[in-house]
């Protein structure tokens, strides 16, 4: 049995700001991993792939304000800086 993934610990280097936004973009970062994992059994970030994020924002988001989409967006970014990647999303 293994552990499961620890969103906050993955983050913990990169997130700045307030208490609040650090804690918006964990919880955000933890919606958008539970999703991906549902979507593509893929548990980790490090398992991640533009394509994968890129659908959270359209698909999974499509319902929701410009505003939350903008927020996950910039959660999105957080990401991929943690992960050293150069992805970009257009909403």
Do not use: C
Request: hydrophobic share 40%.
């Amino acid at each position: 049995m293994s552990k499961p993934f620890d969103m906050e610990l993955f983050l913990t280097g990169i997130l700045t700001g307030s208490q609040a936004t650090r804690k918006r973009h964990l919880r955000q970062a933890t919606i958008m991993q539970a999703g991906i994992a549902k979507r593509w059994q893929r548990e980790t970030p490090w398992a991640w792939q533009r394509k994968h994020v890129a659908w959270f924002l359209e698909h999974r988001l499509d319902q929701h304000s410009e505003a939350t989409r903008y927020y996950f967006l910039l959660s999105a970014r957080l990401l991929a800086r943690r992960l050293k990647k150069t992805w970009e999303f257009n909403l």
